[in-house]
């Protein structure tokens, strides 16, 4: 999906410039004229990179940048005439990422947003990276390596093991019907034992458990299912 860049520019010859630019290296311009019609813009649209002149005609364009930085960690570049290091400082002081001065390189312009969407993108996956790793107690369960660790043991787990266990630990105290867990698993939608489940609970528990007959964490709700307790008395 193509990048949406908010360019807002008051000056339309610079704004159509940067915008039919933009078109040509596949990402989607858009254009606000005002500070007003930039805050309305960025909350429709939800751009993924800001252009922002400071001299704007209804408002400061630091203060705008300021706005703008306390709803979004969107990347934010000022493009702006004024060339003092006053302005540099203030811009990058109140939120902003990048500054250029006009007049300007458009060739270095997109080089510079692509540079700053490709380390958002990276740090968006790094936060998703982060999810898969689930810490309880003293268990980690690493879903990038496959990995279960208790008191910083290993501890092996096949792999439909490890799956019905990092659904159940992503789901705290939720609990699954036999049937759900199949399906959540081993996908089926119409056959299926549903004392797989139970074997596999069995086989969990004398893996996870201090005690398995008495289980802490893999909980059986009687005559509905299970879940993974993170609420001990």
């Known amino acids: 999906m193509s990048k949406k860049v908010l360019i807002i520019e008051d000056e339309k010859d610079i704004a159509n410039i940067v915008k039919d630019y933009l078109i040509v290296y596949q990402l989607t311009p858009i254009v606000a004229g005002t500070g007003k019609e930039a805050t309305r813009l960025f909350r429709e649209e939800n751009p993924d990179f800001i252009i922002l002149d400071l001299t704007l005609p209804d408002c400061d364009g630091i203060e705008l940048c300021r706005q703008l930085r306390e709803n979004s960690n969107v990347p934010i570049l000022i493009l702006s005439a004024r060339s003092s290091d006053t302005d540099k400082v203030l811009g990058l002081g109140f939120g902003a990422d990048d500054y250029m001065t006009k007049p300007f390189s458009l060739s270095e312009l997109v080089a ?64 699954f019907s036999k049937r759900q867990l199949l399906d959540a698993i081993w996908g089926f939608e119409v056959y299926g034992d549903e004392n797989t489940i139970t074997v596999y609970m069995r086989r969990l528990r004398e893996k996870i458990e201090t005690n398995p007959s008495n289980p802490v964490y893999l909980q059986t709700v009687w005559g509905v299912g299970y879940k993974f307790c993170t609420k001990h008395n």
């Not at 990276?129 to 369960?141: C, L």
């Open 112 to 175: 510079r947003i692509n540079a700053h969407l490709r380390k958002q993108d990276r740090l968006l996956q790094q936060q998703e990276d982060q999810h898969d790793i689930i810490q309880v107690d003293k268990m980690k369960i690493n879903k990038l390596e496959y990995t279960f660790t208790r008191d910083e043991k290993m501890i092996q787990l096949s792999g439909k093991e490890f799956d019905l266990l990092y659904f159940l630990i992503k789901h705290p105290n939720q609990v």
